[in-house]
């Protein structure tokens, strides 16, 4: 009874490919979330969605194009890699509001050739 | 500006030794304040929360946490780790303006056997 689950878990792929990450929550939560985790393990929110609304879009390249079909599932779509976009992507989620918890996925560590 | 500071990236420490990371914060209006864990190649768990009342707050494997106002700081103990407490730690701010997330660099401890 996975609360929030991503697949694939590992993905490497060629520079110039475009792949998409899937995420999927069984909580019923109304927010979901994109954050971007660099070698360092530094944590930077990519996206915010609530109830398939975008509410938060940070500074990232449009190669990156969230995609919310219902309020239990948020995808990530990224055209064209780069070497750079080499990451663990870590999809999460909430209910809205001020200081709710967020609930992590296991994270998809993405390799670009 | 607001923002999250965890000023030691890695913490080395003895079996069965007190623990305590530190996390600051700047702000100018209410935060709710949250620690979380994430062990090797998972997602990240959360180990205790503050948004109101008692400062000092109590999570899950014995850890704790104290909210000081005045030193805008939520610094996180555990008298006696263990091995399985090996993990990297990020203390994350959300404020009341907004739901959104700022998460600290990490720490990450080590314990020593």
């Known amino acids: 009874d996975t609360a929030v689950s991503q697949t694939p878990k590992y993905l490497v792929t060629q520079m110039g490919n475009d792949k998409s990450i899937k995420c999927e929550q069984n909580?019923?939560?109304?927010?979901m979330y994109w954050y971007k985790q660099d070698s360092k393990k530094f944590l930077k929110i990519m996206f915010s969605y609530n109830n398939k609304e975008l509410i938060i879009n940070e500074t990232v390249p449009n190669r990156f194009s969230p995609k919310s079909p219902d309020k239990a599932h948020l995808n990530l779509h990224i055209n064209s890699l780069e070497l750079g976009d080499s990451a663990v992507y870590f999809c999460?989620?909430?209910?809205?509001?001020?200081?709710?918890?967020?609930?992590f996925g296991p994270g998809t560590r993405l390799l670009v050739l | 500006a607001q923002s999250v500071t965890q000023l030691d990236s890695q913490v080395p420490v003895f079996e069965e030794a007190p623990v305590e990371l530190r996390c600051n914060y700047s702000s100018s209006v209410s935060v709710y304040l949250f620690w979380y864990v994430q062990y090797p190649n998972q997602g990240l768990q959360l180990l205790l929360k503050y948004l109101s009342g008692s400062t000092l707050v109590k999570g899950i494997n014995g850890f704790e946490a104290e909210f000081n106002k005045s030193q805008t700081s939520f610094h996180l103990r555990k008298p006696s780790v263990h091995i399985s407490d090996t993990a990297e730690y990020f203390c994350?701010?959300?404020?009341?303006?907004?739901?959104?997330?700022?998460f600290g660099t990490g720490t990450s401890l080590t314990v020593i056997p």
């Open positions: 994350a701010v959300s404020w009341s303006a907004g739901g959104q997330f700022y």
């Open positions: 909580l019923g939560h109304d927010t």
């Open positions: 999460a989620s909430s209910q809205p509001g001020r200081g709710e918890t967020q609930y």
